[in-house]
């Protein structure tokens, strides 16, 4: 079984910065892709940034230039540093990775920001 474990969600005033982390435990060997997601109230999840085990990133256009996804394989943990933040960024940011047999998600986190 898989566990993904994440923290560092709150409530922050526009312009504030926040640090998520994610860590992965359990029976998983290996993982692909490590990545952020996000869902506001009423809106579908949406990719908020990725990066796989060779360090290729992808961010979504809204967060580009605010947001920075980072990895440790030695933990398997993702962390996402979020600067400049907006009160569009209000969801919840769920953790997600992706192994060569399975997809796992965290429980999620609730970043607020207040305007």
């Known amino acids: 079984q898989v566990q993904l474990v994440e923290s560092g969600g709150g409530l922050v005033q526009a312009g504030g910065s926040l640090r998520l982390s994610c860590a992965a435990s359990?029976?998983?060997?290996?993982?692909?892709?490590m990545g952020w997601y996000r869902q506001a109230p009423g809106k579908q999840r949406e990719l908020v940034a990725t990066i796989t085990n060779g360090d290729r990133i992808n961010y979504a256009d809204s967060v580009k230039g605010r947001f920075t996804i980072s990895r440790d394989n030695a933990k398997n943990t993702v962390y996402l540093q979020m600067n400049s933040l907006k009160p569009e960024d209000t969801a919840v940011y769920y953790c997600?990775?992706?192994?060569?047999?399975?997809?796992?998600w965290g429980q999620g986190t609730q970043v607020t920001v207040s305007s």
């Open positions: 997600g990775v992706i192994s060569p047999v399975a997809r796992y």
């Open positions: 359990g029976s998983i060997t290996y993982i692909n892709v």
